[in-house]
């Protein structure tokens, strides 16, 4: 059985994140799948990374670019640039890889779950959220036409444990992100800067229509928590989101604004949806039929 060719333009001509640099060190090689395709990634004893896949018995380059301490790449013709998170080269900030988890899900599924506050108290108890503090309080979500990306703020949830240094419960303030189609970064108050936030960072890796790879990480104002207590820390509230990712029907995200019966605690999704509808994103979606968009709430 062939694998299916991705010949969706939208998702082939994207900047992808197929790994760390902490984790491609000098000489090693790792070999990997993106939109179904087998890709190799190699960082040589100069420093200099390459990406290629085969094709026959040749060898085709793709695209490299070295950004927010992943390693990107395309099968298509990517921008020139890609979204800036200046947060990243602040110097009084940690930026850790808090690793990658391959989920049997869509992209656009994996996002969503990230943008979903309401799921805290059940899903990550006595961290993220907890009883009876469910309600997710009214917010703004808007499309940047600019930027092209999508902002929700004026986010606001409890929470018992906001970060690895936390030691008690507080009412946590949230801007959601959104600045690439499969790609997402969470800003939340700083329990050691009163005035500043730290960012945590989703950006997916489609290895197909319906798995991907995870690329998590953490940019944080905290000079006290050891590297290990950071991942283990993400990797724990992941730990948790994969089977309920994983136990989702469709796998695929449906655009269609009769699909799925959408609250007003998704109007982030909804933004979503709507926006990756009018990009003519096909792949990893179950595209509008009628191009009935949502409409955000």
């Known amino acids: 059985m062939h694998a299916e060719i991705c010949e969706d333009t939208v998702i082939l ?3 992808h994140p197929i790994s760390s640099t902490d984790d491609l060190k000098n000489h090693k090689q790792i070999t990997t799948m993106l939109l179904e395709e ?14 290629w896949k085969s094709i026959d018995i040749k060898k085709k380059l793709l695209p490299i670019k070295i950004a927010y301490g992943y390693l990107w790449t395309s099968l298509g013709t990517p921008p020139t640039d890609l979204f800036s998170f200046p947060e990243f080269y602040e110097i009084d900030r940690r930026n850790v890889a808090t690793g990658v988890f391959g989920v049997n899900i869509s992209a656009g599924r994996t996002i969503e779950n990230f943008l979903d506050m309401g799921h805290f108290p059940f899903v990550h108890t006595g961290v993220l ?13 808007s499309i940047c036409e600019t930027n092209d990306e ?26 959601y992100r959104i600045p690439h189609i499969n790609c997402a970064i969470l800003y939340k108050s700083s329990p050691v ?22 690329h998590t990480g953490m940019c944080i104002i905290d000079d006290k928590s050891a590297d290990k207590d950071i991942r283990l820390f993400q990797q724990t509230i992941f730990g948790q989101d994969k089977p309920i990712l994983e136990n989702q029907f469709p796998k695929k995200l449906p655009l269609d604004s009769r699909a799925e019966t959408p609250i007003r605690a998704d109007k982030s999704s909804i933004a979503y949806r709507r ?23």
């Open 275 to 297: 926006w990756l509808s009018q990009k003519g994103l096909t792949y990893g979606v179950i595209p509008s039929e009628d191009n009935n968009l949502f409409e955000v709430m």
């Open 150 to 175: 999508i902002l929700a703020t004026k986010c606001q949830f409890y929470q018992p444990q906001a970060a690895v240094i936390s030691s008690k419960g507080a009412e946590v303030d949230y801007i």
């Open 38 to 51: 087998k890709i190799t990634c190699k960082k040589n004893s100069n420093g200099k990374y390459f990406v």
């Open 129 to 141: 959220g907890e009883e009876p503090h469910t309600e997710v309080k009214e917010y703004d979500v």
């Open 193 to 214: 800067d009163k005035k500043r936030q730290d960012a945590i960072i989703i950006f997916v890796q489609p290895v197909s229509q319906e798995i991907v790879r995870a």
């Open 13 to 15: 001509n994207q900047w």
